[in-house]
């Protein structure tokens, strides 16, 4: 597969290769987070010198639905090493599913110097590179207290409604059995909650994995453009809603359609299926 910076993506520095980061580990002003769906994945092995943020722990408020404040967000910034400045790289398990998620919660609080590994652990683990279990000793930092900017890239209920009633693009990502209403959740994973099953009228259903080769890297532009445009039929400065069961897979393709292709006004909706099926009133189409 070509090179990162050939495949035609909008800003293709958003991601690094795998061998940049092996030949990176030890630059200043870099730091290494792995995010995974399973939180023991890290503990079994990790890139030397990667710092774990776990999405539920770190990045979820745990007495209310939503993301930590910036008070919290600051703390963990300091704990994992980083200042504003600090260039951070995340990988995970599933295709970086969830680091996918973590880059765009990161982006919540304006902490825009970041990127994504393409491939994620997949990728490192077929090329055979090292894994270590030792949790690197990182000195705290200073990281001041940032705002967290919802509007730009993120949207609520209410929105979604209006949106969805405009006739405006939604895009779902799950598995087309959830998007069916044959199933409330992920073959081979445990019901999450919801109430009823189906979709948001309207919506488009595109699986997220549909933008990762076997490998885990991400498809050329051309073949996103081909699944996106040509196939689905969204215009890159329409507004487009992305949402899934609660806004992690989801966070996959907003960074695909906004980072990669470059569309204008993607926002994710971290509510998803989770909340819109369990909404009293809320429409749902089968």
């Known amino acids: 597969m070509s090179k990162i910076e050939d495949r035609?993506?909008?800003d293709f520095r958003v991601l690094v290769s795998t061998e940049w980061v092996a030949e990176n580990l030890d630059r200043p002003g870099i730091r290494i987070v792995e995010s995974n769906e399973d939180a023991l994945v890290y503990a079994l092995g990790h890139i030397p010198g990667a710092v774990e943020v776990d999405w539920a722990r770190d990045l979820n408020d745990q007495?209310?639905?939503?993301y930590v404040g910036p008070q919290r967000f600051a703390t963990m910034a300091r704990r994992i090493g980083i200042t504003p400045d600090t260039t951070v790289i995340f990988y995970g398990d599933s295709n970086n599913w969830w680091a996918a998620y973590t880059y765009w919660v990161f982006q919540l609080f304006g902490h825009?110097?970041?990127k994504l590994m393409d491939g994620g652990r997949l990728k490192w683990e077929l090329e055979g590179r090292e894994l270590i279990r030792e949790v690197p000793e990182i000195a705290a930092t200073h990281y001041p207290q940032p705002q967290r900017l919802d509007g730009p890239i993120r949207v609520f209920r209410e929105e979604v409604l209006a949106h969805a009633e405009?006739?405006?693009?939604?895009v779902d990502v799950r598995h087309p059995e959830e998007f069916s209403g044959d199933r409330l959740h992920m073959p081979d994973y445990p019901n999450e909650g919801a109430l009823r099953g189906g979709h948001i009228p309207g919506a488009k259903n595109v699986p997220w994995n549909r933008a990762v080769n076997e490998d885990g890297r991400f498809k050329t532009a051309d073949e996103l453009r081909a699944i996106y445009i040509s196939e689905q039929g969204l215009q890159a400065d329409e507004e487009i809603i992305?949402?899934?069961?609660i806004g992690e897979r989801s966070s996959h393709t907003w960074f695909v359609l906004s980072r990669l292709l470059g569309f204008s006004r993607v926002r994710n909706y971290d509510g998803?299926?989770?909340?819109?099926?369990?909404?009293?009133?809320?429409?749902?189409?089968?």
């Open 8 to 10: 035609g993506y909008a």
């Open 63 to 66: 007495t209310r639905r939503d």
């Open 112 to 114: 825009t110097n970041a």
């Open 166 to 170: 405009a006739g405006r693009s939604l």
């Open 242 to 245: 992305t949402y899934c069961r």
């Open 272 to 286: 998803s299926w989770t909340e819109w099926g369990n909404l009293v009133g809320a429409p749902v189409s089968r």
